[in-house]
């Protein structure tokens, strides 16, 4: 079972992800339960997902999906997450940026996928603040991972201005 880290700490998990079918096809929406879905689901069956008896609707997002076809839709989801099929796939880092800056999502935004330890402290600068480890992935040698650094020259999601502002507005 997969490992949650929420806000920098282990986390519980109450949603279920529900994948597409291995022909591509779409899977059955329980009647009730927090419930994660793909997009093609979503797309299809909104009305459906927000009209269950109860449980709270999320929606998982593939690396080549536009987080603008969910935009108009972010006031009615408990949970974005952007799957990451492979370590080296960086488009994840750019929909969650696009999610936290350009739509304004303040909801949990979290990775899921091939997400590892050395991914963790960059993921969280993006926007990221849930991440489903791989299983087998020690959680507190994760943990360790959002203090690798002190600080960070760039800008980010989590701190907008560069170092050299910082600095010379004396904010570091």
């Not at 929420?6 to 079918?21: E, F, H, I, M, V």
């Not at 952007?82 to 994840?92: E, I, K, S, T």
């Not at 087998?136 to 560069?162: H, K, M, N």
């Amino acid at each position: 079972m997969a490992t949650l880290i929420r806000n920098a700490k282990p986390a519980n998990d109450s949603w279920q992800r529900l994948d597409p079918a291995a022909d591509g096809g779409l899977p059955a929406i329980p009647a009730q339960g927090d419930v994660l879905v793909p997009l093609k689901l979503w797309q299809s069956s909104s009305s459906a997902l927000l009209g269950r008896s109860s449980g709270r609707v999320g929606v998982w997002l593939a690396p080549h999906e536009d987080p603008a076809l969910i935009a108009d839709s972010l006031d009615a989801l408990g949970l974005i997450a952007v799957h990451f099929p492979q370590f080296a796939d960086g488009r994840g880092y750019s929909t969650a940026r696009l999610l936290r800056e350009r739509y304004g999502w303040k909801g949990e935004l979290r990775a899921i996928g091939d997400v590892q330890r050395d991914q963790l402290f960059y993921l969280s600068r993006v926007g990221f603040d849930a991440f489903e480890l791989n299983d087998g992935i020690d959680t507190q040698a994760a943990l360790s991972a959002f203090g690798d650094f002190s600080e960070a020259y760039q800008s980010s999601v989590e701190r907008p201005l560069p170092l050299f502002r910082r600095r010379g507005a004396g904010a570091v």
